[in-house]
Nanobody, 128 residues
Framework: QVHLVESGGGLVQDGGSLRLSCAAS????????MGWFRQAPGKEREFVAA????????AYADSVKGRFTISRDNAKNTVYLQMWSLKPEDTAVYYC?????????????????????WGQGTQVTVSS
């Protein structure tokens, strides 16, 4: 089992940037594919970005492609989401999630229901 804790959220102006971190404890992060999701008030949770266990493959939602970058440092048991050019519509609670995989898996997962573990979330608010 792995425990996930997000950090780095906050209030930023339109066009600003933030870097979210997701720290894992309990087991080594290298056996998990990771993802970032978000949920805005009154909306369903949506996929943002995903990265394979070995870090070799990534995927992004169209709405964030070119503005967000997902990365991981397995030595630090941490996954990051670097966000640039933030827009008010990026305002949401951001969650990281982990899916256990076998070996050095190169797959990423964009569906929330495929993930086994979730963090508590961190609020990102972009003011116009």
């Amino acid at each position: 089992q792995v425990h996930l804790v997000e950090s780095g959220g906050g209030l930023v102006q339109d066009g600003g940037s933030l870097r979210l971190s997701c720290a894992a404890s309990g087991r080594t992060l290298s056996i998990y594919a990771m993802g970032w999701f978000r949920q805005a008030p009154g909306k369903e949770r949506e996929f943002v970005a995903a990265i394979s266990a070995n870090g070799g493959s990534t995927a992004y939602a169209d709405s964030v492609k070119g503005r967000f970058t997902i990365s991981r440092d397995n030595a630090k048991n941490t996954v990051y989401l670097q966000m640039w050019s933030l827009k008010p519509e990026d305002t949401a609670v951001y969650y990281c999630a982990a899916r256990a995989v076998r070996g050095s898996d190169s797959s990423y997962y964009t569906r929330g229901r495929l993930y086994d573990y979730w963090g508590q979330g961190t609020q990102v608010t972009v003011s116009s």
